[in-house]
T-cell receptor, first 112, second 113 residues
Framework: TQLLEQSPQFLSIQEGENLTVYCNSSSVFSSLQWYRQEPGEGPVLLVTVVTGGEVKKLKRLTFQFGDARKDSSLHITAAQPGDTGLYLCAGDSGGSNYKLTFGKGTLLTVNP | DTAVSQTPKYLVTQMGNDKSIKCEQNLGHDTMYWYKQDSKKFLKIMFSYNNKELIINETVPNRFSPKSPDKAHLNLHINSLELGDSAVYFC????????????FGPGTRLTVT
């Protein structure tokens, strides 16, 4: 079973600060996704990365897929209270049946 | 218009009972999933269906029986409920198998007492 380790597990910062969340594995993933989940709701997709070294930007969020496709990072600049939520990375190993393995998540709190 | 809906939102029941959770998607997707999220927020796949065919059964106890009457519906029946079954269950759908966006329902919080 492939494991995805996310760090930090919890992060509490002030509005305006920058932060980076990491997602690491010893296994290679053919694709990796980042989701954000708010309390009482299901996860919502932020981005999908499929190419090693790929960088994608979504407004103040920057996502990077490692060259070896074993790790990924999410960087948020000038965090806002609306960024508060549980950030989940999820990878697919590329087997015959597509299956997402989720990390345990990073719970981000941005204080005004 | 809700894309993926689940009923009920909350389910409180006693050990040993049998219960069902229903899921419907109006996105025209071919693939549907059931996930379990535990109290530590760890999300784990349970089942995946593609065009009503079971694709993934992630070593889930056979007390859990999914059923897909058509592509738009995926229900989950649980027999002989145990305390450890308490969790939030999410249904999701995607256009097909592959790195597509998965659209999640709002979840069903199951509490077994």
């Amino acid at each position: 079973t492939q494991l995805l380790e996310q760090s930090p597990q919890f992060l509490s910062i002030q509005e305006g600060e920058n932060l980076t969340v990491y997602c690491n594995s010893s296994s290679v993933f053919s694709s990796l996704q980042w989701y954000r989940q708010e309390p009482g709701e299901g996860p919502v997709l932020l981005v999908t990365v499929v190419t090693g070294g790929e960088v994608k930007k979504l407004k103040r969020l920057t996502f990077q897929f490692g060259d070896a496709r074993k790790d990924s990072s999410l960087h948020i600049t000038a965090a806002q209270p609306g960024d508060t939520g549980l950030y989940l990375c999820a990878g697919d190993s590329g087997g015959s049946n597509y299956k997402l393995t989720f990390g345990k998540g990073t719970l981000l709190t941005v204080n005004p | 218009d809700t894309a993926v809906s689940q009923t009920p939102k909350y389910l409180v029941t006693q050990m040993g009972n049998d219960k069902s959770i229903k899921c419907e998607q109006n996105l025209g997707h071919d693939t549907m999933y059931w996930y379990k999220q535990d109290s530590k927020k760890f999300l784990k796949i349970m089942f995946s269906y593609n065009n009503k065919e079971l694709i993934i059964n992630e070593t889930v106890p056979n007390r859990f029986s999914p059923k897909s009457p058509d592509k738009a519906h995926l229900n989950l029946h649980i027999n002989s409920l145990e305390l450890g079954d308490s969790a939030v269950y999410f249904c999701a759908s995607s256009p097909g198998q592959g790195p597509y966006e998965q659209y999640f329902g709002p979840g069903t919080r199951l509490t077994v007492t």
